[in-house]
């Protein structure tokens, strides 16, 4: 069945190589239709699978998802047109373009913590690229693995678009077949499993990955604005995004101040006692008990180190409620510091020189996001050179990934490649060179054989002169 699907679908994007930008937009119009009129249904499944409040659901999920589609829609004629480049003086009289074709059969592999937007936003890319595509959402988000099942096999025809749904025996299958990209979203572990799996078939691969993002405040910023921003995006779904701040370095001369702000942030947004905050419609749960367990059992070893709870700590594993929760003073060794956290904890460190949290970085695998809280430029520019990571967001967090200018994307342990905006039509595209001689165009033949003291004077000439 998967051998057929595929077979179907590179012949679709034969068939999509020639297309009008207006059948493009159709299959955008389809599916932006697909969303707006089931919003309520989406919600409802982001609720069943870890009671993400209506609001999250609509600002994370439907409103990047939207935005990412209407951009496509209106640029999707300029990013199908011939694009002319220049042609170097050795090559005068001739013309250079690049064109994008569709790549073929596209898998899209997603994770569970935006299953909605971390599935269709690629989704987007692909479709506006003219490839077939086959989708395996995640197993652990089931309401909205069956929902986008439903939904698309309703509005899509196989040959262009296929979900299967299933865990990882059934990734391990798809990626036994030859598809032509693999564009997949999940853990490093994962990732290179994924990786390996596309070698078979010299699939080219996209990983969008995770790993622990750094948040540093130093003694420049705004601290009231650092603290609720920070506050936002670290409990923001429970703190099971990938690009949440994993910890928190805070220069040592504000931090005292700078944790009873962040203390004060928590109780504003979710309560004051524990029990007004595990009974906050506010705040998401754990997606399963699997994940409640790893967290629970960071925070016991945190206990056991003696290491500082500031606020939170509480665990229901029933429900799979973890508290929002503070951990002062960690020490860069301790158990947390050795993982992504992708949970409601927030380790929180000191430095006195930002030389210290550069090297600090610069030790560990290259981050997905820096985050950085400053009002100094010489801060900025140092964390910005002296550094590594997918993207360095300046005094806001998570808010510049709806920007389709940019691309996303990690770099090293957190990723391979981007998208976004005409990044994401590129990445599900073959960008074809084409190169057309005019006839005036003759500067090459000169060098033609049989060669001559003349011609090697010539190609001497061009070097020294630097033509
Ligand atoms: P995961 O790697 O466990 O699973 C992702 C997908 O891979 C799922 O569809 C799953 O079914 C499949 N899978 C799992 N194990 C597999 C295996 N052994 N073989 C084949 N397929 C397998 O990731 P997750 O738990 O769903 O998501 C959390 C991770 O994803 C975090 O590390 C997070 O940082 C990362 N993430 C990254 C981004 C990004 O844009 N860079 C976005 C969201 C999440």
Redesign the pocket.
């Known amino acids: 069945m998967i051998e057929q699907i595929v077979l179907h679908q590179k012949d679709f994007a034969i068939r999509s190589r020639n297309d009008n930008p207006l059948t493009r937009l159709g299959h955008l119009e389809k599916l932006e239709s697909l969303i707006t009129e089931n919003q309520n249904e989406i919600c409802k499944a982001l609720f069943e699978d870890f009671k993400k409040p209506e609001v999250e659901a609509l600002m994370s999920e439907v409103l990047p998802l939207l935005k990412e589609l209407r951009f496509a829609k209106k640029n999707i004629r300029k990013w199908m047109k011939l694009k002319r480049v220049k042609t170097p003086t050795l090559l005068l009289g001739s013309k250079s373009y690049t064109h994008l074709e569709p790549l073929g059969s596209c898998l899209i592999?997603?994770?569970?913590?935006?299953p909605i937007y971390?599935t269709l936003s690629p989704l987007v890319s692909a479709l506006a690229a003219g490839n077939g595509v086959t989708i395996?959402?995640?197993?652990?988000a089931p309401h909205c693995s069956r929902l986008m099942h439903r939904l698309l096999a309703k509005t899509f025809k196989s040959e262009q678009l296929t979900v299967i749904e299933?865990?990882?025996e059934?990734?391990?299958e798809l990626?036994k077949h030859p598809f032509d990209h693999v564009f997949?979203?999940?853990?490093?572990?994962?990732?290179k499993?994924?990786m390996r799996?596309a070698s078979e078939h010299l699939a080219r691969v996209t990983l969008?990955?995770?790993?622990k993002s750094p948040t540093i405040v130093d003694n420049s910023a705004n601290l009231h604005e650092a603290a609720k921003k920070i506050v936002w995006a670290k409990f923001f779904n429970a703190g099971?995004?990938?690009?949440a701040p994993d910890y928190l370095f805070v220069q040592a001369d504000v931090h005292d101040h700078f944790v009873r702000l962040l203390r004060q942030e928590i109780e504003n947004s979710f309560g004051k006692s524990p029990e007004a905050k595990k009974s906050s419609a506010s705040f998401a749960r754990i997606i399963n008990r699997k994940h409640t367990d790893r967290l629970k059992g960071l925070l016991e070893n945190a206990l056991a180190n003696n290491i500082s709870f500031l606020t939170g700590g509480e665990v229901d594993l029933d429900q799979n409620y973890v508290a929002p929760t503070l951990l002062d003073k960690i020490p860069p060794t301790a158990e947390i510091m050795g993982q992504?956290i992708?949970g409601p904890i927030l380790p929180i460190m000191t430095f006195k020189d930002l030389s210290e949290v550069v090297s600090f970085i610069n030790d560990n695998p290259k981050p997905?996001m820096i985050y950085l809280y400053s009002n100094s430029n010489f801060n900025l520019r140092v964390i910005m050179r002296e550094t590594s990571s997918?993207s360095l967001s300046v005094n806001d967090s998570l808010i510049s990934l709806m920007n389709p200018h940019l691309p996303?994307?990690?770099v090293g342990a957190?990723?391979l490649g981007s998208y976004h905006g005409e990044f994401g039509m590129e990445t599900f595209s073959h960008k074809k060179a084409v190169f057309k001689q005019g006839f005036a165009g003759r500067i090459m033949n000169r060098f033609y054989p049989p060669y001559d003291n003349g011609k090697l004077g010539l190609v001497k000439a061009v070097i020294r002169f630097k033509i």
């Open positions: 592999i997603s994770p569970w913590n935006y971390l395996k959402p995640s197993e652990y299933g865990g990882p059934t990734t391990t990626l997949f979203t999940g853990s490093t572990v994962v990732g499993v994924i799996g969008e990955l995770g790993g099971q995004t990938c690009v992504e992708f997905l997918g996303f994307g990690g957190s990723g």
